[in-house]
């Protein structure tokens, strides 16, 4: 039997909550275990409660959502909180995301997505309206400009050697598949470590995968 998923909708509408709960009811594996109004309300609350899912309103009186936020995932770490709001600026998006929220949905979702969001929260899977996606790609993007791009520095012999590093290849295999010496191996590791300022293969073997060096070609780097 499917356990049920605990859900606290927050938001100061009350035709708003009395819509979702009239929906999410009808679904046997999702209960509905609180309303609240307010952050405040909902803070103590969730103390209580300690529900799996948050639906969280943005826009409502006194401390507002995203500090609702912040608050509730500091006193329930455990509870994924799925902002559903009709705000799709930045200066929501990102505040939201920061103070803890796992998802960020726009009130004209369908029904039938906002429960299998809710499902899939439960289980720490996020879900982005594509328009608030779009937004946080940019925004990584226009981040990413201002950190140097350490991989510049390597040379195309060096990339292929921290390639095959971060496939989990030894000195031999490298030397081998590159037509090269373990000496002239131990150079181009050497070197690598020194242009990425890592101590060891195993950081420059993580950062490859971290940076998607591994699937990218130079040019993507």
Known sequence: MTENIHILLVDDHSVVRQGIRSFLETQSDLRIVGEAASGEE????????????ILMDLSMPGIGGIEAIRRVKKSSPRSQIVVLTSFQEDDYIFPALRAGALSYV???????????????????EAFLHPRVATRVVQELREERKDIPNLF?????????????????????????????SEQ??????????????????????????????????????
């Not at 726009?106 to 720490?124: M, S, Y």
């Not at 520095?153 to 037509?179: C, F, K, P, S």
């Open 106 to 124: 726009l009130k004209n979702v369908q029904a039938g997505d906002l429960a299998d969001i809710i499902r899939k929260a439960r289980g720490g």
């Open 152 to 180: 510049n520095d390597l040379t195309d012999r060096e990339l292929e050697v921290l390639r095959l590093i971060a496939q989990g290849n030894a000195n031999a295999a490298i030397a081998q598949a590159l037509g090269i």
């Open 184 to 221: 002239t191996v131990k150079g181009h590791v050497s070197n690598i470590l020194g242009k990425l300022q890592l101590a060891d293969r195993t950081q420059a073997a993580v950062y490859a995968w971290e940076q998607g060096v591994v699937q990218r070609k130079r040019g993507d780097v």
């Open 42 to 53: 909902a803070e103590r609350l969730v103390a209580d409660l300690v529900p799996d899912v």
